[in-house]
């Protein structure tokens, strides 16, 4: 059923939409939190002649949608970098957006696993925070390589003062599935 109502909830750059509606969703939505999005309501309206809005720009604390509004939710790789005073607000506004009987899913590393792509490392997020510190500022030209270095030196920033990424365990969020559910 190609008209049935998709969420992105913290969309990035809008691949997975655009990638839905490519193969034929048409009712396909996300929103970020970090970068504007009016260029990629852009490209849809260019492609598409599509004048409603799928991609919004929220603060973090309210989505912009009507209760029980989407059949399906996707969250890839985001619920790592929600800050702890946030986390109860994002789970809510999923369980409030999200239909009776409707799909939920949530793709989240954890801290059991012991290598973390995101940082691309094994065990280090297992360390404690001092110790964690000092491996990151000490050798973040080795962990991140591969990225320029004012991208590098953010990360390793974001990583030290702990705003980064924040692995919890699968127990805490099947908590907080079950609780908004």
Known sequence: NYNIKI?????GSGRM???LYAIG???VYGVNVNDEVEHLNKILN????????SFFKTSGSNLPFKDSFFDVIISCQVLEHIPNNLIDTYYYEQS?????????????????NPYDS?????????????????????FSNFFFKKIPIQIR?????????????????PSFHYKKLNFYN
């Open 7 to 11: 969420f992105d909830h913290g969309c």
């Open 17 to 19: 939409i655009f990638y």
């Open 25 to 27: 969703f048409k009712n």
């Open 46 to 53: 260019i492609v598409e002649n599509r004048k409603i809005k």
């Open 96 to 112: 409030r957006c999200l239909k009776n009987g409707g799909l939920l899913y949530n793709e989240v590393p954890h801290r059991l």
């Open 118 to 138: 995101h940082t691309r490392t094994w065990f280090v997020h297992w360390l404690p925070n001092i110790i964690k510190v000092f491996l990151f500022k000490k």
């Open 153 to 169: 030196s953010d990360h390793v920033k974001k990583i030290c003062d702990g705003s980064f990424l924040i692995l919890r365990t």
